[in-house]
């Protein structure tokens, strides 16, 4: 029964590290400006309204409003996109996001256990909470099990007489069997699954495009600046360079023809980022990036619809992208814009309609949508720690193609489940009426008590040969 136990901790322990590394992305510090001076306070401290300077590089201490500055936020603790968003004076930033490039005043809006760091632990604990797991009902079922020993002992004495029988009952019926059927199974299924310049990612993504297709060298670049929520601008073999949004030309005054805006608009439409580009103040062209979807997603979301499963898409991303995506996948059900409150709400709406969810994530922001789904699946490359610490399955080198794998692996895992359960109930009944009978002496009882054990042990033990064997 113990080692039952420490197998069943084992499962979830992973699962409670999750909100720890989850307290610790919390700012511990702020930099608070009174009366024209700045000082270094702790982010508890930090009171509604205070105006606070956030520094490049620094992490967002509480939620508030730009009030001064413009720059680029990393957002994926929040919507799991990697991506900086541009934000500006009057922009909202959110606690645990990361500034990117300048520095920026801001508003406090909301502080302490409102901020939406908090808000996402206290989402983290509460799903945590609400999660029932199957390894609990064969503990519930244990503890009657034991009750009905210590009763059917005590009555065999008084009918009968005879003592013997009475510690024959206590030996056979102990549920060791019954403990170890459900987390050996686990465990033996998730040993299966294991076995089988510009520093910004647009920039880092274009010199990757022109390494790969091209032979000539990168040209040098020299008074290179980075102006956060523009672009950039530089000097490359004589020319004034000017690499960004729409609103980075216009503010030059560089004019772009109704044609190639049109052009630019239809990219846009269709979820790609474009970066103008002008050359000493005349607009020369632009360039397309895209996420890029892997060659086997489409046929694993064709997998698993061909097993009953429903594909839902949610996504921080804009509608228009999340549709672009959703429809090179087939995904009919696409829910965009959404955040972890979001995410939960619609994860509920199904477990309301009594339908299993299982859930695939990589961002931080995900956690909660991953411990609150029934079963939670992190992508373990690509993916945050405390997303895999979340999930109850992850991902190790992110093959998407395996999820289909994965389900054929967990209804396998269920039926040994079920078998050894039913299997050592079954043996302890037996085991009981032939003990009051008085055909089972106390040393046979527990040869057929270990036994069983065994037994059970040895059938979830045949899971670690499962994938070699379908």
């Known amino acids: 029964m113990q080692l039952g136990g ?26 608070v400006i009174v009366d024209g001076k700045e000082s270094v306070i702790s982010a508890q401290e930090v ?56 520095a920026f005043e801001m508003l406090a809006t909301k502080v302490g256990e409102d901020s939406s760091i908090q808000r996402m632990i206290r989402l983290v604990q509460s799903a945590d909470a609400g999660k029932a797991k199957i390894v609990g009902i064969a503990d519930r079922w244990a503890t009657w099990i034991v009750v009905i020993a210590l009763s059917a002992a005590v009555l065999t004495w008084l009918i009968t007489g005879k003592i013997i029988r009475a510690v024959t009952i206590l030996v056979v019926f102990c549920p060791c069997a019954l403990v170890l059927a459900t987390p050996t199974a686990i465990m033996a299924a ?49 020319y004034r360079l000017l690499a960004g949004n729409k609103a980075m030309l216009t503010e030059n005054n560089i004019t772009i023809s109704p044609k190639m805006i049109t052009q630019a608009e239809e990219y846009i439409n269709q979820s790609c980022t474009v970066i103008y580009l002008a050359l000493d103040g005349i607009y020369t062209g632009c360039i397309v990036l895209s996420d890029t979807i892997r060659s086997e997603s489409a046929g694993t979301i064709k997998a698993l619809t061909a097993l009953n499963v429903q594909p839902v898409l949610l996504t921080g991303d804009n509608e228009k992208a999340a549709a672009a995506i959703a429809d090179q996948l087939g995904i009919f059900e696409v829910h965009a ?36 789904a ?27 193609k395996e999820f289909p794998h994965l389900l054929a692996l967990s209804k396998r895992m269920m039926t040994t489940i079920k078998i050894n359960m039913s299997f050592s109930m079954g043996l302890n009944f037996i085991a009981i009426i032939l003990a009051i009978m008085g055909t089972l002496d106390p040393v046979v009882g527990a040869l057929v008590h270990n036994a069983g054990s065994v037994l059970v042990i040895t059938n979830s033990a045949l899971l670690l040969k499962w994938r070699n064997m379908r």
């Open 47 to 102: 009171k509604l309204h205070d105006v606070l300077k956030v520094l490049p590089g620094e992490t967002v201490p509480v939620d508030g409003m730009i009030i001064s500055g413009q720059t680029s936020v990393n957002q994926a603790v929040m919507t799991g996109e990697s991506l900086p968003v541009d934000k500006t004076v009057g922009d909202e930033v959110s606690s645990g996001t990361v500034n990117q490039c300048g």
């Open 337 to 372: 814009n959404c955040l972890s409150e979001d995410k939960l709400k619609y994860i509920n709406e199904y477990q309301n309609r009594q339908e299993a969810v299982c859930m695939i994530g990589d961002g931080i922001n995900d956690a909660p949508v991953l411990k609150a």
């Open 374 to 400: 029934d079963v939670g699946i992190a992508m373990g490359g690509v993916g945050s720690d405390i997303a895999v610490d979340a999930a109850d399955i992850a991902l190790v080198d992110d093959e998407v």
């Open 190 to 238: 998730i040993c299966a699954a294991a076995e089988a310049s510009s520093e910004h990612p647009l920039g880092k993504a274009i010199v990757r495009c022109f390494t790969s297709e091209y032979s000539s060298k990168i040209p040098e670049a020299s008074d290179f600046k980075m102006i956060p929520g523009r672009g950039v601008s530089a000097k490359v073999e004589g």
């Open 6 to 31: 420490l197998l069943e901790e084992l499962t979830v322990a992973k699962a409670r590290a999750g909100i720890e590394k989850l307290v610790h992305l919390t700012p511990q510090t702020a930099r």
